[in-house]
């Protein structure tokens, strides 16, 4: 248990539906990020949050709309998605983005598949 | 533009023998760095780290090894087991204290032999 907890861990969903993943950490802290994992390729950042505030979104198609309630909570919104859009998608945080370690803390990930 | 990458992508290995898994980096300016492990069916589990002013770095059976000349670094875990099994990446960080913008590599899987 990493304290760091995704739902749903899997996920099949068409084009034209709207889904909503979920993150949801445990450890205080205050920064939170989302990421895609593909097959073979490095993980790719997509959004960060500090604070609630959202401070880094790497040029993600706007079919992926992130939000963060508050500290503990990140949720990732999901609209007309494409079958390249299946992939892992991983939940995690970390104490602070600047002053320290900040090392970040992953959960298990949401595999998604898009039909 | 700046990348992490693994030499090898998969390494079998002997349970009970040393496995070195391999890392280079391209940003000469790389100020921290990181070894996830990632078990199947799981997220990246943070295993140890390492900040430039340091050339080695101890954990419980495992040491990270940094080589800035060559900009490499290198993981060792020693009397591997079967629960090592996993794909295990490496992430630099540009700067030390700014957690944004750490960066991946691809990953090695590492199968443990029986």
């Known amino acids: 248990e990493t304290g760091v907890t995704q739902t749903p861990r899997h996920l099949v969903m068409g084009m034209t539906n709207k889904k909503s993943l979920k993150c949801e950490q445990h450890?205080?802290?205050?920064?939170m990020y989302w990421y895609k994992q593909s097959a073979k390729k490095p993980l790719e950042l997509m959004f960060v949050?500090?604070?609630?505030?959202?401070?880094e979104n790497n040029s993600v198609p706007s079919r992926f709309s992130p939000e963060c309630p508050n500290s503990s909570h990140l949720f990732l919104h999901l609209h007309t998605l494409q079958p390249e859009d299946s992939a892992l998608y991983l939940c995690?945080?970390?104490?602070?983005?600047?002053?320290?370690?900040?090392?970040?803390?992953f959960g298990a990930g949401t595999r998604l598949s898009v039909l | 533009g700046e990348s992490v990458g693994l030499h090898l992508p998969t390494l079998s290995v002997q349970e009970g023998d040393n496995s070195i898994i391999n890392c280079a980096y391209s940003n000469s300016a790389s100020d921290y760095f990181i070894w996830y492990k990632q078990e199947s069916g799981k997220g990246p589990q943070f295993i140890i780290d390492i900040r430039s002013n340091m050339d080695k770095r101890q954990g419980q059976r495992v040491t990270v090894l940094l080589n800035k000349t060559v900009k490499h670094l290198s993981l060792q875990i020693a009397a591997t087991q079967p629960g090592d099994s996993a794909v295990y990446f490496c992430?630099?960080?540009?700067?030390?204290?700014?957690?944004?913008?750490?960066?991946f590599g691809s990953g090695t899987q590492l199968t443990v032999l029986p």
């Open positions: 995690a945080s970390s104490q602070d983005l600047a002053g320290g370690k900040n090392i970040q803390y």
């Open positions: 949050y500090s604070l609630e505030e959202r401070v």
């Open positions: 450890l205080g802290h205050n920064a």
């Open positions: 992430a630099e960080n540009p700067s030390y204290g700014s957690a944004r913008q750490l960066t």
